[in-house]
């Protein structure tokens, strides 16, 4: 049973999904059967779809490297182009929260000022690249 999301404030930024790809991982190569991630489901949470996509993907084979999964995803759902600006904007994230050597646990979220304007501007080069198609295929929102 693990908590790979915030409860506390669903739309902010929530780093774990590189850790939990890697606790997958270690998990299958401990002999463990099986996992429980406990997240919301709200239309609007944080990373939502990318998330279950992950965590499904690495349930049924965890060999597969959780990076490769997550660029998957996001080319998929946000298209060729705006998928490569939404991974550099998960790097970015998952990188600032390093960078503050603080607990993360569910009942908090990551809000970092010094964050907020390269993730502003890697996100509105993601908007500017999405097409109409890829907004349509992925639903327009997450």
């Not at 995803?73 to 970015?92: N, P, Q, S, T, W």
């Not at 929260?97 to 993360?104: E, I, N, V």
């Not at 979220?109 to 993601?126: G, Q």
């Amino acid at each position: 049973w693990d908590y790979p999301q915030g409860f506390h404030d669903l739309l902010a930024p929530f780093p774990s999904l590189w850790a939990v790809g890697r606790n997958l991982q270690l998990f299958a190569e401990n002999g463990v059967k099986g996992y429980m991630p406990q997240q919301p489901v709200s239309d609007g949470t944080e990373m939502r779809y990318l998330r279950n996509y992950l965590f499904a993907q690495l349930q049924w084979r965890p060999d597969r490297d959780y990076r490769e999964v997550a660029d998957e995803f996001c080319r998929l759902y946000y298209g060729e182009k705006a998928g490569v600006e939404i991974m550099a904007y998960l790097d970015l994230l998952h990188a600032s929260f390093q960078q503050t050597q603080r607990p993360l646990n569910r009942h908090g979220s990551f809000k970092e000022d010094a964050f907020v304007p390269a993730a502003d501007a890697i996100l509105a080069r993601a908007a500017a690249q999405a097409t109409e198609r890829d907004a349509f295929v992925g639903g327009g929102r997450n």
